[in-house]
């Protein structure tokens, strides 16, 4: 005789759904299982309201191991569950809670085997996916065959990525995104042709595969069992940071939803601003067309910012043509209207937030670390960060390194410590290795003996002599370099600005395609970098002021109020999800922000302008929204810059912001 043991689902009639939750979020939360699309504003409580509806779902009888939860960390899924635990007094471990590829992984254990993968398959990260890529190409001899224009393994290895998260195939991609490696295409797709191959061979995945193999179980005809078998494990997705998912992982969400019918998605399409990572706007935008009874919830009433904050926020989004309206409301009392500052130039607008975080610090006694000055570009911070170490204020670059410390800027940077004094090794050995066919050793090598020179014209004559003994590209490579030389002994005297031009045109933008997927990003920086040396009248006061800016230590300030304490500065991409109680924005000119190449495409412009909300919407307390009126040419006079039509658009009556003018008195 078979016995069947039936346990009751366990139900939880204490829990309170709308403790601790405002209309809004008490509407989400018990809402009735469907397609749900929650807009959730900045700052209005979305991680507690998918909280909460996650405890809704199991305190009415789902089991934690039908739910399916996608985030975006896995930190996040992790404060999500044991806040879940926490609410209901019960064990979430069995949710199926995660980022998508820890889900991912999690089912590929289990049915891996339908796609020739054992269940022991290993997970490749970055440098060993690059180090088999490396194989390959070596193995085809596409270096030595293509030494000037073939990608470096780990370009290759982005591109091969963004096309299976976008459903782009690799060569449109490459045409619209890197369109100078558009000669290397029949080559590039046998790579990866292979690379499949070893991965294959090897029973490992990279990340990617993660999502492309749980895409192919869910699709692909000869694996319909398996995708009935997934799609009825669960009886409720639901996917946080919504507005950021690829094609294919909104895709996953719809597939592993289709048969339950309970799907949950919650983002802020007015947050949506990673389309260079691959993030789909569409997913989000087009939500309901693709769901049959969709109903739309928002989320609207803020906790974060003053209401003059969000009504600048307000009206800038509105401009928006694509995309779910709201308003958000603030749930403080008013403040001080943001302040919008006309600056002379750069470096007045540098002064300007310098003397200001210092004024907020000292006479508010406001922590540095509870102000943040945010950017559209790293470049951008270039003369601020100058301006705080020589003011001795600590600061931190969010998520990155300071501007002068970043390869690409040390890397041309060593041309003109090279050739300024050629017995600097240091320097010789960096750039050195920035050519073709010159590795580590030989780079030690040559520097060794150009090292032992005095003199430019003496470097450039050396180069030709190791050129001359040099074998295949090695050989090639030095006679350039030797002839980039000779076009730098023009510069001598003159501002180092056309010598970094000069290395950037002669050979790193070259590097920089084939070794950077954000190429034309840090090409931008150099430019930044270039115009910022023109201020010196040669390359030796220029280096000089460099070193001397490295090895100053900004540890301390009057007042600081512990040792960490510095001022916060990011890129607008890499503050989204903060907030602090005061925020500038800085470069806020067309063509800075918003980019000019944004300015010609709508869909682009209004991700810009997206941007914007998203750095506005930061600041809790204190908003400055700074911009340069002029920027000192290259050949000529100073040219007047244009303020960002986000702020233009908005500078209608009733008024959202106050203009301030700077007046500078004598010190």
């Not at 990608?151 to 976008?166: D, M, N, R, S």
């Not at 240091?426 to 020179?453: C, D, H």
């Not at 109020?561 to 990011?570: G, K, T």
Request: hydrophobic share 45%.
């Amino acid at each position: 005789m078979k016995y069947v043991i039936k346990t009751e689902r366990p139900r939880h009639p204490g829990f309170d759904a709308a403790k601790d939750l405002n209309p809004e979020q008490r509407a989400v939360v018990e809402a009735e299982p469907g397609s749900l699309l929650v807009i959730a504003g900045a700052g209005t409580g979305k991680t507690r309201t998918l909280t909460y509806r996650v405890a809704k779902l199991v305190a009415s009888g789902c089991a934690p191991d039908r739910i399916l939860l996608c985030t975006f960390t896995n930190r996040a899924a992790r404060e999500m569950v044991a806040r879940v635990e926490g609410l209901l007094a019960i064990d979430m471990a069995r949710c199926w809670a995660g980022t998508f590829h820890h889900v991912g992984n999690r089912l590929l254990r289990r049915h891996g085997e339908h796609l020739g993968l054992g269940s022991d398959f290993g997970i490749l990260d970055g440098e060993d996916a690059r180090a088999i890529l490396a194989g390959v190409i070596a193995q085809l001899g596409l270096k030595a065959l293509s030494a000037r224009r073939f990608p470096e393994p780990k370009v290759l290895h982005a591109f091969i990525g963004l096309a299976q998260g976008t459903g782009t195939p690799l060569p449109e991609l490459i045409g619209a995104r890197a369109p100078q490696l558009a000669p290397q295409l029949p080559a590039i797709l046998d790579v990866c042709a292979r690379y499949a191959d070893r991965k294959q061979a090897m029973n490992v995945v990279d990340f990617d595969d993660l999502l492309v193999h749980w895409h192919t179980l869910l699709t692909a005809p000869e694996h319909a069992g398996v995708a009935a078998e997934l799609q009825a494990a669960f009886d409720h997705v639901l996917c946080d940071e919504y507005q950021d998912t690829s094609a294919l992982q909104g895709t996953l969400c719809d597939l592993m939803a289709a048969r339950c019918g309970s799907l949950t998605c919650v983002g802020d399409d007015a947050q949506s601003i990673y389309s260079f990572r691959g993030a789909d706007f569409e997913q989000i935008a087009g939500f309901a067309r693709r769901h049959e009874g969709t109903r739309v919830l928002k989320l609207t009433i803020n906790y974060r910012s003053t209401p003059e904050i969000l009504e600048l926020a307000n009206r800038s989004i509105a401009r928006n043509v694509h995309g779910h309206a709201k308003e958000l409301q603030a749930l403080r009392g008013p403040g001080m209207r943001p302040a919008v500052l006309p600056l002379r130039d750069v470096y007045q607008q540098a002064e300007f937030v310098a003397q200001r975080v210092l004024e907020l610090h000292h006479e508010q006694n406001l922590p540095l670390s509870k102000m943040a000055v945010l950017y559209r570009n790293h470049s951008h911070s270039l003369e601020l960060q100058v301006e705080l170490t020589r003011r001795q204020i600590p600061y931190s670059v969010r998520s990155g390194v300071r501007f002068f410390e970043q390869a690409h800027i040390k890397d041309v940077v060593a041309y003109l410590r090279a050739h300024d004094n050629p017995r600097d090794a240091m320097a010789w050995v960096r750039l050195l290795k920035q050519w073709p066919g010159i590795g580590a050793q030989t780079a030690e090598n040559y520097a060794t003996s150009l090292a032992a020179l005095s003199g430019s014209a003496e470097v450039a004559a050396r180069l030709q002599q190791l050129a001359g003994t040099a074998k295949g590209r090695a050989a090639d490579a030095l006679t350039r370099l030797s002839t980039l030389f000779s076009l730098l002994d023009g510069t001598a005297g003159v501002a180092p600005g056309d010598a970094l031009r000069r290395v950037v045109e002669s050979h790193y933008a070259e590097y920089a395609d084939r070794s950077f997927t954000n190429a034309s990003v840090r090409k931008e920086d150099i430019e930044h970098l270039a115009a910022y040396a023109e201020r010196y009248a040669n390359a030796q006061e220029f280096l000089a002021d460099l070193a001397l800016f490295e090895g100053l230590a900004a540890e301390n300030v009057m007042g600081a109020e512990a040792p960490d304490d510095r001022l916060v500065l990011s890129t607008i991409h890499q503050a989204k999800g903060l907030e602090w109680p005061i925020a500038f924005v800085l470069w806020l000119v067309d063509g800075r922000f918003p980019t000019a190449q944004s300015m010609r495409i709508p869909a682009d412009l209004e991700e810009e302008r997206r941007l914007f909300y998203v750095a506005v919407t930061r600041a809790a307390d204190e908003l400055y929204l700074c911009y340069p009126t002029i920027e000192h040419g290259r050949d000529g006079p100073a040219t007047l810059m244009r303020p960002s039509r986000f702020l233009v658009e908005i500078d209608t009556a009733p008024a959202v912001f106050d203009r301030w003018q700077i007046s500078e008195e004598p010190a």
